[in-house]
């Protein structure tokens, strides 16, 4: 059987009416509405071998969890093809279903008036496990995480950190072979995003799970992807390493310029793209080529006090992708 993911011209369109305010416009709506086509992913190919953790980028509305959704078999696409480890996901094959998790950052699966464990008991149930396979699992996952005195604390008393720790436990009891993340790290501290993300590389080490990760933390796709996809308008708009990213955009860059005396905004005007403007500092930007000169200029007009020179960072030259879809 083929393991890993292979996505193929994959399409999901979403049908809605357009309604104008006020109650004869609602009267009216009853009898004409006008349709319109949301083309939430267009027409996209990929494939993901087993094992690989691949980041999945885009701006909100990008068609992300759209696409996540349909490879999990929750959504139907409107056309295309996906097989995740050789299974067609909307088929939900009970085969199929015990081998994947979705973690969502902006869902829960636990019964948050429960403690954890109940949870975790259920979980064993739907998928399954032996007496054996669950208690060993969940020794494994609770130590790695360090949350032992927490499981049977309500879920809604716990931190936000604790309870995604928690969830996390949930989706993992079954040992799944192929993980969707989808923002598992929103809204977490700096410790606990550091906690999740060591974890899922320890996950993916010792279990060659494949996992397709979406987050707004570059910091979570730097640290456990070397391959990422930018999706925008619903279209795959670049599939590589982050690092070309930056090599796309190398033909940009930003001169941070500190000055002794107050300098305007207005006298900049013609040195290059003032990014940042403050009286005793500045960042502008320009072509690469253009550098050496740009500096002379404005050593020339306002002696500096300190001068920097960087690349477009990397978070930025991903918004420019999504701007220019490609």
């Known amino acids: 059987m083929e393991h890993g993911i292979v996505v193929e011209h994959l399409c999901r369109d979403f049908t809605y009416y357009e ?9 009216k709506n009853l009898f004409h509405r006008t349709q ?14 087993e094992g690989e953790i691949v980041g999945f980028l885009g701006p909100n509305g990008a068609g992300k969890t759209t696409t996540i959704k349909m490879l999990s078999g929750i959504l139907y ?4 093809g996906v097989h995740v480890n050789g299974y067609i996901p909307w088929e939900r094959k009970k085969a199929f279903k015990k081998q994947f998790a979705y973690v969502a950052g902006q869902k829960s699966q636990l019964w ?7 949870s975790f008991e259920l979980n064993k149930d739907i998928y399954e496990l032996s007496d054996e396979e669950y208690k060993k699992m969940l020794d494994e996952l609770v130590s790695l995480f360090g949350v032992e005195e927490f499981l049977r604390v309500q879920v809604r008393r716990l931190s936000l950190g604790e309870r995604m720790k928690m969830e996390m436990i949930a989706a993992l009891l079954h040992r799944p072979r192929v993980i969707f993340l989808d923002e ?3 809204g977490l501290d700096f410790i606990a995003q550091s906690n999740i993300r060591g974890f899922l590389k320890e996950y993916n080490r010792k279990y060659g799970a494949t996992m397709l990760l979406t987050s707004h933390y570059l910091k979570d796709v730097e640290e456990l992807c070397r391959r990422t996809m930018v999706i925008s308008h619903g279209s795959l708009v670049y599939d590589g390493t982050l690092e070309h990213i930056r090599d796309i955009f190398s033909d940009r860059r930003v001169v941070k310029v500190t000055w002794d005396r107050p300098v305007t905004k207005e006298e900049l005007a013609g040195f290059g793209a003032v990014r940042e403007w403050e009286p005793l500092k500045a960042s502008l930007e320009c072509a690469a080529g253009e550098t050496t000169g740009l500096i002379r200029r404005l050593c020339e ?7 920097e020179i960087d690349a477009v960072p990397l978070e930025e030259s991903i918004a420019r992708l999504y701007a220019e879809e490609g």
């Open 77 to 80: 696409p409107t056309s295309g």
């Open 112 to 118: 948050l008036n429960l403690p954890a464990i109940d």
């Open 301 to 307: 007009a306002f002696p500096a006090a300190d001068l």
């Open 184 to 186: 598992p790290t929103i």
């Open 19 to 27: 309604k104008d305010a006020g109650m004869k416009n609602s009267v």
């Open 36 to 49: 319109n086509i949301r083309h939430a992913v267009r027409d996209i190919s990929f494939s993901i071998p």
